[in-house]
T-cell receptor, first 115, second 117 residues
Framework: GAVVSQHPSRVICKSGTSVKIECRSLDFQATTMFWYRQFPKQSLMLMATSNEGSKATYEQGVEKDKFLINHASLTLSTLTVTSAHPEDSSFYIC???????????FGNGTRLTVT | KQEVTQIPAALSVPEGENLVLNCSFTDSAIYNLQWFRQDPGKGLTSLLLIQSSQREQTSGRLNASLDKSSGRSTLYIAASQPGDSATYLCAVRLDSSGYSSASKIIFGSGTRLSIRP
């Protein structure tokens, strides 16, 4: 089946630093990738939608200058949390899909802890 | 605005029971609906995908139904096992942007399922 690889799985960083999270589709071309944030015992909150080769579309309330998304190829999207603060600590999950009638496949998530 | 609701929020049943998880959505203009499973601290695993033209999908002990007109989907789990314990989420893909693959996917808040040995 389709596989989405997300790296790193865990990261601890100091306040003020930037962290990059990668999301790769391993065996299919991901025309669209989604980035989600999940707080404990809550559902996924969509942060942004990125299409290959174009700018990401951010959800209301998500700072595009803080959460930089790049989708440079059909197999890779990156989320960079810039100048991270403790309140950015969360579980970040990416997902990818090809055609509109294709399933959505998820990475295993990245646990970000900002100290 | 599309809203997706899952009831109950949590469910605990003894091993071996058949059970049904519910998902409802307010706008029937969906492209498809997908059920996922999430284990603690992990990503999501796709279980079943139902296109808007379909009424049900089956995989092993799982059966998902879709009634678009009433805005409902159910996930039926037969002969439940302790390994089925997880959070189950349903997600609808909106049809508002036609055939664009960038159409949004809206998640329910999930049902935390616990199967007692």
């Amino acid at each position: 089946g389709a596989v989405v690889s997300q790296h790193p799985s865990r990261v601890i960083c100091k306040s003020g630093t930037s962290v990059k999270i990668e999301c790769r589709s391993l065996d299919f071309q991901a025309t669209t990738m989604f980035w989600y944030r999940q707080f404990p015992k809550q559902s996924l909150m969509l942060m942004a939608t990125s299409n290959e080769g174009s700018k990401a579309t951010y959800e209301q309330g998500v700072e595009k200058d803080k959460f930089l998304i790049n989708h440079a190829s059909l197999t890779l999207s990156t989320l960079t949390v810039t100048s991270a603060h403790p309140e950015d600590s969360s579980f970040y999950i990416c997902s990818a899909t090809g055609r509109v009638n294709s399933p959505l496949h998820f990475g295993n998530g990245t646990r970000l802890t900002v100290t | 605005k599309q809203e997706v609701t899952q009831i109950p929020a949590a469910l605990s049943v003894p091993e071996g029971e058949n059970l049904v998880l519910n998902c409802s959505f307010t706008d029937s203009a969906i492209y498809n609906l997908q059920w996922f499973r999430q284990d603690p601290g992990k990503g999501l695993t796709s279980l079943l995908l139902i296109q808007s033209s379909q009424r049900e999908q089956t995989s092993g002990r799982l059966n998902a139904s879709l009634d678009k007109s009433s805005g409902r989907s159910t996930l039926y789990i037969a002969a439940s096992q302790p390994g089925d314990s997880a959070t189950y989420l349903c997600a609808v893909r909106l049809d508002s942007s036609g055939y664009s693959s960038a159409s949004k996917i809206i998640f329910g808040s999930g049902t935390r399922l616990s199967i007692r040995p």
